[in-house]
């Protein structure tokens, strides 16, 4: 006989005399003659009551195993419920206790911080919010391909061991199998890396971007998913050592068409959440932020800001703020500009374009016709209330000569980009792109506050646990 779900169960619409349940107990109420189980399956939000009678052969032995976090197998009824609440339960014919759980479950009823629940992330997806978090990351992911499958976008996997520094910041994970303890050196005594396994220096990549061009420069519209990594001391609520990062690349387009691009897709990503885990967006509105679906609402309803990098400097010295770093043209904005901008001034999201050559990638295209001393590039920041940057992207500079002068500009070898600088002497095109941080997307679709709780396992300075 096969299981039926929780959530099938639950989306019943008609009784059925013969069904099998499987999952874990949330909690056991005794009464005199029956006790009424609480099967959670993971497969949504609510559990299924389940009633065991005294009668039950195995009663009198079994049911005190069954406390919270056992697991169980039921076969019984799916019959209308008398109680509130739900629409059906399941009346046991029989229950067999899978695998007990004793009384040091760390997950009882009682409310838990998030930074015990981290402690214990191999049992958090078994707790309410967790398995929530991973239902609409997993839902996320599934949209993230509809939305660029829709639109005829090929997928890209971009290689996760790279030689190259795609944003050129240096906050890389080296990779290795040389012997760390005693390497091999060469004649001026430098650790040999023509001796490590790839015969160069390897990293874990920080953005398959660079890849995504070369695959935009003959499929035109494509976009990698996958794991990103850094190596940057940040210990903050928003940044992870490993994350997952969208990056679509499309040939034959410039900033404002990037910058539209991605105002749809992040919009397409809460309309679908909206319309696929209701139950979930629901929980979180009322436990982790009751903000969270006027703000969703909000989003939706109206187009993005868009600021350029000048102005946006403007607001912010004439906001009479002051700020823990100082802002001035020329300056990286920092998370309190990006909030202050988001959530106090505009109100909404902004998206601000333009910046600096001097502060941003060695890849952006220069903006022409600026003053030798304000010189910018064509990149653009998505920023969200209540996280700051959610997107950065860029239209990338397609002319060979502007770009060599780029990478001159930013230190970079260009004989480690030989490939790079191909893409513009054979038919190079204007293109652009972003990347989305898929975790920071899913803290502003929950309103969960900390990107350490909405990935299953965390990597942050410090911590690499489970
Ligand atoms: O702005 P970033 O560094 O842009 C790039 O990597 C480009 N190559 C993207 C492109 O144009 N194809 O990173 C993009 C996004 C950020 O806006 C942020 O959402 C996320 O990636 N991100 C992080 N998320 C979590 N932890 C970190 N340490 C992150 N660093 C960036
Ligand atoms: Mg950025």
């Not at 190259?164 to 760390?180: H, K, N, P, Q, Y």
Request: hydrophobic share 40%.
């Amino acid at each position: 006989m096969s299981r039926t779900l929780v959530k099938d169960a639950l989306n019943a619409t008609a009784p059925n005399d013969t069904i099998l349940l499987q999952g874990w107990v949330r909690t056991r109420r005794d009464a005199k003659t029956f006790s009424f189980l609480e099967l959670n399956d993971g497969s949504c939000l609510k559990g299924i009551q389940v009633i065991a009678d005294s009668s039950l052969p195995n009663y009198a032995t079994e049911i005190a195993k069954a406390l919270t976090g056992a697991s169980v197998e039921v076969h019984g009824k799916l019959v209308a419920s008398q109680g509130q609440g739900q629409k059906w339960e399941v009346v046991a014919s029989s229950f067999t206790i899978l695998g007990e759980a004793d009384a040091t479950y760390p997950l009882q009823k009682k409310g838990h911080t998030l930074e015990f629940l981290r402690e214990i992330a191999h049992l958090r997806p078994r707790s309410n919010l967790f398995g929530a978090v991973f239902r609409v990351r997993s839902r996320l992911a599934f949209a993230v391909h509809q939305f660029f499958q829709d639109k005829s976008f090929i997928y890209v996997h971009t290689p996760i061991v790279t030689a190259s520094d795609a944003e050129g910041a240096g906050d890389m994970f080296r990779v290795t199998t040389l012997d760390v303890g005693a390497p091999p050196k060469n004649e001026h005594g430098d650790v040999d890396s023509t001796k490590d396994f790839f015969g160069k220096k390897t990293f874990l990549t920080v953005s398959g971007q660079l890849e995504a061009e070369i695959f935009a420069t003959a499929l035109s519209n494509v976009y990698t998913f996958g794991p990103t990594f850094r190596a940057e001391n940040s210990n903050t609520s928003r940044h992870a050592a490993e994350f997952w990062m969208i990056e679509p690349e499309i040939a034959f387009c410039d900033l404002h068409g990037d910058m539209s691009l991605a105002e749809e897709f992040v919009k397409y990503l809460i309309r679908d959440a909206k319309a696929h885990c209701a139950a979930d967006l629901e929980f979180f509105s009322k436990f982790v932020d009751k903000e969270l679906m006027t703000r969703l609402d909000f989003v939706l309803e109206k187009p993005f800001v868009r600021c350029s990098y000048t102005e946006a400097v403007e607001i912010l010295t004439k906001s009479g703020k002051t700020w823990e770093h100082p802002v001035s043209w020329g300056s990286n904005l920092q998370a309190e500009h990006e909030r202050f901008l988001t959530e106090e001034h505009f109100k909404c999201p902004v998206t601000v374009y333009n910046y600096p050559r001097a502060i941003k990638a060695f890849y952006m295209r220069k903006t022409d016709g600026c003053a030798p001393d304000r010189q910018t590039v064509a990149a653009m920041d998505l920023l969200v209330p209540g996280i700051g940057e959610i997107i950065g992207g860029s239209q990338r500079e397609e002319r060979l000569t502007e770009l060599r002068e780029g990478m001159a500009l930013h230190h970079l070898d260009e004989k480690a980009y030989w490939w790079y600088l191909d893409l513009r002497r054979y038919g190079t095109v204007p293109h652009a792109g972003f990347g989305l941080g898929f975790e920071r997307m899913l803290m502003f679709v929950t309103g969960v506050g900390n990107i350490r709780d909405v990935i299953p396992f965390a990597r942050t300075p410090g911590t690499a646990d489970f």
